[in-house]
């Protein structure tokens, strides 16, 4: 029997893949689940569970939570990367760790192929074939759900004649979480005009009366809740949980795919939008206008090729290198507001607060210059403005 590692999330499509390989190609199936934050230990039983039900030999469960955000998330939060200014990239930066993970689990148990469940028209098809074949190489990938074409439907329908119970109520959202946000996709995302009913989020408002917190940052890193000192993934995660009482991140993101077509996704990221909005004011006291406007031309390029399943480029360690060079006096507090369904930045404490210069404040008062030397700058800083208006009639 050959020996297939499956990369099971626990949904529909995977569980496709596990039946179908197990009970009609005689696959020796051991189901892998990678979790970047999205999965509670209890979920996590569960699925293992499941896993064994459906005919997996040996279920195995990796976390690279930490590993995720070292390598990869620090990075986006430094570039304050939002995809076309909405999207915080949530599932497209998890799918290379999970990828590579499985990859290398792959290559540890000398597998002989490695199965995923990744559709005909999406990017995840592309960003995990692309990691596998640069890993493991000499792994076979198969992928059932886009070699037969199949719709969710035709899924639930195979399903039930091998006696497996899955409903259509289950299925009907495609909801994909992990520590930088979750995805959902459903029939209204296929559109162009419809949006996702309120109650395929995860999680519902829980809160209406406004809250004060404070972000402290180090270096660009969140290092501090409201005083509190913590790791980052431990901040991200606490903020996540303050977030979604109030129902924060929810938006719909349209883009282009890999393949060349526009996509839409629903997507709920409360943390994400949170601490992306809170270090970009920080950045806008404590960075020099050059910074400011280089981070967005480099943070755009990362963002792009991170989407576009370039991770293990070396570029994107280049990009890394100038990210984190920009982040030395990105230190400080930064105070907001939640409110229900959105946010409010109110201001920022730091010591490298440029606007609190002694040289020089906006408004009237500066040590800097005098009223000769601002109208001096003012006549040079004009002067190729007027030649050029010269020549006009």
């Known amino acids: ?44 039983e569960r699925i293992e569970t499941r896993a064994y039900e459906l005919g997996s030999k040996k279920h195995t469960t990796i ?5 995720f955000y070292d390598k990869c998330l620090k990075y986006l939060l ?13 599932v497209s930066a998890e799918r290379i760790f999970q990828a590579i993970a499985i990859a290398e689990y792959a290559k540890k148990e000398n597998a002989d192929c490695i199965v995923h469940g990744s559709t005909g028209a999406g990017n995840d098809q592309i960003r995990f074939d692309v990691a596998f074949s640069v890993i493991c190489p000499e792994v076979e990938i198969i992928t059932p759900i886009r070699d037969e ?34 995805s959902v996709g459903g029939e209204e995302t296929l559109t162009s005009n419809k949006s996702l009913p309120s109650e395929a989020y995860p999680s519902q408002l829980q809160e209406n009366e406004s809250m004060d917190i404070e972000i402290e940052f180090t270096k660009g890193e969140p290092t501090a809740l409201n005083g509190k000192k913590m790791s980052p993934t ?12 109030y129902a924060i991140g929810r938006d719909t993101h349209i883009g282009d795919t890999i393949l060349g077509i526009k996509g839409r996704v629903g997507f709920e990221a409360s943390a994400p939008l949170i601490l992306i909005k809170a270090h970009h004011l920080l950045e806008k006291h404590t960075l020099t206008r050059w910074q400011l406007i280089h981070k967005e031309q480099v943070a755009s390029w990362y963002g792009t090729l991170l989407h576009e399943a370039q991770y293990l480029d070396p570029i994107m360690r280049d990009f890394e290198a100038f990210l984190t060079s920009s982040q030395n006096r990105v230190t400080g507090k930064v105070f ?11 201001g920022i404490e730091s010591p490298y607060d440029m606007m609190q210069s002694k040289v020089a404040k906006y408004g009237e008062e500066n040590e800097a210059w005098d009223s000769r030397d601002a109208r001096g700058f003012i006549k040079i800083f004009g002067n190729q403005l007027k030649i050029w208006q010269s020549f006009e009639k």
């Open 1 to 44: 029997m050959k020996k297939a590692i499956v990369a099971y999330s626990g949904g529909l499509d995977t569980s496709y893949c596990v039946v179908n390989l197990n009970r009609e190609k005689g696959y020796e199936i051991h189901t892998v689940i990678v979790n970047t934050g999205g999965f509670s230990k209890e979920e996590e």
């Open 234 to 245: 431990e901040l991200i995660i606490k903020l996540n949980e303050l977030g979604e009482k």
């Open 336 to 346: 907001l507001t939640l409110k229900p369904y959105q946010f409010e930045l109110k």
């Open 78 to 90: 430094f570039g304050n990367v939002l995809k076309n200014n909405t999207y915080p990239l949530s």
């Open 63 to 67: 976390n690279v939570v930490e590993n």
């Open 149 to 182: 074409k199949l719709t969710r439907q035709q899924e639930i329908d195979y399903l039930k004649s091998q006696g497996v119970e899955y409903s259509w109520e289950k299925a009907k959202y495609s909801i994909n979480k992990g520590i930088w946000g979750t």
